[in-house]
């Protein structure tokens, strides 16, 4: 019982140690990040962004998981009935609360969508885009949205669908696919689930990025681009803005300035432009298959001495 113990605050510890000081790096340099990402296409720029904003918990928890653990696991003597340090006990107990209350939002996040989508669905017709169940709904807001994780659907008021003309709405609806196949909202629930103070401002720099490559991935001529841009303003003048629902994507939401400059991006498109945001669909799939091969690949080569390494960081934490 206490080598359980022992390993799970020595775990819970390391974790804490690197998601603290991961985040702190992150919040320190999110200004550059977004920097660099200004050369980038939209599709790489939100992948950027999110990458970066999960980075901290990501690395916390693959270190934790295949170094720390396992190394407990096989190098800690079970023999040795030694108690757990104040050290490594208040370092796992943050640890614990950090999990917690992750945990905690996801699942406060995730009610508040269902009720707000149960809310938006009573008295909608169904019907298709594509693959994806397409619910006509009553209420004026949202407009045009998408919801749902494990089964997502897209959500048309029929006053937007009234006031855009077959064209608009077509595109109107792709940009909500778009966010469906980019798993959006699960990204979304992920940052709920990550929360840490002073991410804000990277998550709406991720939130505005997704939401320009969604318009691209909706897009593939110059007449498209218009019709989508006509469709944001007539959308923008149905109602007030406002942030959209808990995991959810809505094609208008505020703050205003996003969308006047969506709409000016859009009224600037070009074959180039639409060239680019093409090639950038093909290339994060191959570099992130390329790269995780090279990083395993580079693991399994040193892993035994890296986890006596690890091993004796460990002992130094529990003394």
């Not at 103070?197 to 505005?208: F, H, I, K, S, T």
């Not at 490559?213 to 303003?233: F, H, K, Q």
């Not at 709409?263 to 074959?271: F, T």
Request: proline share 5%; aromatic share 6%.
């Amino acid at each position: 019982m206490m080598f359980a113990a022992r390993g799970l605050a020595v775990s819970l510890s390391v974790f804490a140690l690197l998601y603290f000081a991961l985040s702190l790096a992150v919040c320190g340099v999110w200004r550059t990040i977004c920097w660099y990402g200004e050369g980038l296409a939209p599709r790489r720029r939100a992948d950027l962004l999110f990458a970066a904003r999960m980075l901290p918990f990501a690395v916390a928890a693959a270190i934790t998981m295949i170094f720390t653990l396992p190394s407990f696991l096989w190098l800690e003597p079970r023999a040795i009935d030694e108690p757990v340090g104040a050290i490594p006990l208040g370092l796992g107990l943050c640890g614990l609360l950090l999990l917690l209350v992750g945990m905690a939002n996801a699942a406060h996040a995730l009610l508040r969508a269902s009720r707000a989508v149960a809310s938006w669905q009573r008295g909608a017709t169904a019907g298709r885009s594509g693959s994806i169940p397409l619910l006509r709904i009553s209420r004026e807001l949202p407009t045009v949205a998408a919801a749902g994780i494990l089964r997502p659907k897209v959500l048309l008021s029929r006053q937007a669908e009234h006031a855009l003309s077959p064209e608009e709405l077509h595109t109107a609806l792709r940009h909500e696919l778009a966010h469906v196949r980019r798993r959006d909202n699960l990204k979304k629930l992920l940052l709920r689930f990550a929360a840490f103070p002073g991410m804000a401002n990277l998550e709406a720099a991720w939130r505005e990025a997704a939401e320009m490559a969604a318009d691209d991935a909706a897009v593939s001529s110059a007449s498209e681009a218009l019709d989508l841009a006509a469709a944001l303003i007539k959308l923008s003048r149905l109602g007030p803005l406002e942030p959209p629902a808990e995991l959810t994507t809505a094609l208008v939401h505020g703050p205003a300035s996003s969308v006047q400059a969506r709409v000016q991006r859009l009224l600037a498109w070009s074959e180039a432009a639409g060239r680019e945001a093409t090639a950038a669909r093909g290339f994060a799939p191959r570099y992130v298959v390329t790269s995780s091969l090279a990083l395993i690949l580079a693991i399994a080569a040193v892993y035994v001495p890296l986890l006596l390494r690890v091993h004796a960081a460990t002992e130094w934490l529990v003394r």
